[in-house]
């Protein structure tokens, strides 16, 4: 098993251009999520999905938009990127919701991404 | 809005060495998550506690969560090189309409040294 993919490692972009980043996962897993990690300021929530064609907004949704057509599939696109959106990114799969249950969340190598 | 404060924010230690990383909120929390996470990669868990005053220990590794579950505490003894890394804690959201959210400390930078 692969576990929790992320495509693509590494990514500039202009100010106002747009990017997909593809996260996906082999485990059957029902819940995805997308982190952005900032120096000194942990993993902030952006968007979350409980399941295959349900989407939610996290912490820090504005400026991000997210699909998920496939179960194992959990797209984040950027429409109009921002300097404030350079961050590493974060994809995460979990059997169940959060720690409701004491699941692991499995954790992607990220995308580090820097917008000029 | 929850928060959890995490310290130190940097810690550079001598190999044989032991530390303390400290996980503090004013927010009760329904459980405490401990990542670590090495360069290049996302993070890994270590370990859930979920009952108040809980101790769980991992080979050098002691994790503790306080009595009113508000904070916790993650203690290496005999400190590795290997130990490198950084160290996150994570809170579970203890109810309302994002039940189970987790809540990231900023994180702690531990290197140690041979």
């Known amino acids: 098993n692969a576990g929790v993919t992320q495509t693509p490692k590494f990514r500039v972009l202009k100010t106002g251009q747009s990017m997909t980043l593809l996260c996906a996962q082999d485990?059957?897993?029902?819940?995805m999520y997308w982190y952005r990690q900032d120096p000194g300021m942990g993993l902030r929530l952006i968007h979350y999905?409980?399941?295959?064609?349900?989407?939610a907004k996290g912490e820090v949704p504005d400026g991000y938009n997210v699909s998920r057509l496939k179960k194992q599939n959990f797209l984040l696109g950027l429409e109009s990127a921002a300097p404030s959106q350079t961050s590493v990114y974060f994809c995460?799969?979990?059997?169940?919701?959060?720690?409701?249950?004491?699941?692991?969340?499995?954790f992607g190598p990220g995308t580090r991404l820097l917008v000029l | 809005t929850q928060l959890l404060e995490q310290s130190p924010q940097f810690l550079s230690i001598q190999e044989g060495e032991n530390l303390t990383v400290y996980c503090n909120s004013s927010?009760?929390?329904?459980?405490l998550q401990w990542y670590r996470q090495e360069p290049g990669e996302g993070p890994v868990l270590l370990v859930t506690?979920?009952?108040?005053?809980e101790v769980k220990k991992l080979k050098r590794l002691t994790f503790q969560f306080g009595d009113a579950r508000k904070d916790s505490s993650l203690h290496i003894t005999a400190a590795q090189p290997g130990d490198t890394g950084l160290y996150l804690c994570?809170?579970?959201?203890?109810?309302?309409?994002?039940?189970?959210?987790?809540?990231f400390g900023q994180g702690t930078i531990l290197t140690v040294h041979p």
């Open positions: 927010s009760v929390f329904s459980s």
């Open positions: 999905s409980v399941g295959e064609g349900t989407t």
């Open positions: 485990m059957n897993h029902e819940y």
């Open positions: 994570a809170g579970g959201d203890a109810g309302g309409t994002s039940y189970g959210k987790l809540t």
């Open positions: 995460a799969s979990s059997l169940t919701w959060g720690l409701a249950a004491q699941e692991t969340q499995y």
């Open positions: 506690v979920v009952t108040g005053g």
